[in-house]
C-alpha cells in the first residue's frame, strides 16, 4: 500500500534536547513538506523540499531542520532553538496534484 | 495576516441536509484551491479541488463552488451524514516569488452532523 509513514505517533522531549520526526514515503512524489498545527490552527509550512538534496525554508522555519538525502525520506530535527515546540506536526508530499499527507506525530515537551 | 480565512470555526447540521462551508481569501495571485477534511489525531485527507479557470467543480455529495470576484469558495456536502463530521481545512495555492508552489491553509472549520 502506498503512503506516507511518519513515526512516532508521540514523542516526548526534554527541555534543551533535539529530536527528529521521521517521515517516509512509497507513492514516488519528488516534493515533501513538513507542517506544524496547534489547537485552533491552520497547517503552517515549516519546510518543504522539491528535490533531493535541495529545500527550502517555509514561513516558520526558525528552530528547526531539515535534510533530503533520499527522495523517500524528509526527517525533521526539531532543536532546542525552538521555543515553543509542542504540537503536531505533519508531513506531505506531492507530485502533480494534491498534498497527501501522513498520520502525525504529536511532540510535547516534559 | 490571513491569507486564507474560514470564519465559522464550527457548523452543525441535521442528517440528510445540506452542509455549506465557506472560505475566504485574499491573495488574487491563488490559482488553485482544496478542501481537505481531517479526523483527530489523523492527517488530512484530500477531498476535492477547483481550478481557478472553473467556478463549479463536483464529485458525488460534495461541490466546490468558486467566485473569483468575491475571492471565496464554499464547500457543499449534500446529504450530510454524520460519518461527515470532521474538521475541514480550506487550502489555496499559487506561485510563490520563490517560483514553487506552496499551500496556505484556513484555520478549519469543525461539522458536526447530527443523526
Known amino acids: 500500500d502506498g503512503g506516507i509513514t511518519q513515526s512516532p505517533k508521540y514523542l516526548f522531549r526534554k527541555e534543551g534536547q533535539n529530536v527528529t520526526l521521521s517521515c517516509e514515503q512509497n507513492?514516488?512524489?519528488?516534493?515533501m513538506y513538513w507542517y506544524r498545527q496547534d489547537p485552533g490552527q491552520g497547517l503552517r509550512l515549516i519546510y518543504y523540499?522539491?528535490?533531493?538534496?535541495?529545500?527550502q525554508k517555509g514561513d516558520i522555519a526558525e528552530g528547526y531542520s531539515v535534510s533530503r538525502e533520499k527522495k523517500e525520506s524528509f526527517p525533521l530535527t526539531v532543536t532546542s532553538a525552538q521555543k515553543n515546540p509542542t504540537a503536531f506536526y505533519l508531513c506531505?508530499?506531492?507530485?502533480?496534484?494534491?498534498?497527501?499527507f501522513g498520520d502525525g506525530t504529536r511532540l510535547s515537551i516534559l | 495576516d490571513q491569507q486564507v480565512k474560514q470564519n465559522s470555526p464550527s457548523l452543525s447540521v441535521q442528517e440528510g441536509r445540506i452542509s455549506i462551508l465557506n472560505c475566504d481569501y485574499t491573495?488574487?495571485?491563488?490559482?488553485?484551491f482544496l478542501w481537505y477534511k481531517k479526523y483527530p489525531a489523523e492527517g488530512p485527507t484530500f477531498l476535492i479541488s477547483?481550478?481557478?479557470?472553473?467556478d463549479k467543480n463536483e464529485d458525488g455529495r460534495f461541490t466546490v463552488f468558486l467566485n473569483k470576484s468575491a475571492k471565496h469558495l464554499s464547500l457543499h456536502i449534500v446529504p450530510s451524514q454524520p460519518g461527515d463530521s470532521a474538521v475541514y481545512f480550506c487550502?489555496?495555492?499559487?506561485?510563490?516569488?520563490?517560483?514553487?508552489?506552496?499551500?496556505?491553509f484556513g484555520k478549519g472549520t469543525k461539522l458536526s452532523v447530527i443523526p
Open positions: 491573495n488574487s495571485m491563488f490559482d488553485y
Open positions: 487550502a489555496a495555492s499559487g506561485l510563490t516569488g520563490a517560483g514553487s508552489y506552496q499551500l496556505t
Open positions: 477547483i481550478s481557478s479557470i472553473k
Open positions: 507513492l514516488n512524489h519528488d516534493a
Open positions: 523540499s522539491q528535490i533531493v538534496n535541495d529545500f
Open positions: 506531505a508530499s506531492s507530485s502533480i496534484g494534491p498534498q497527501h
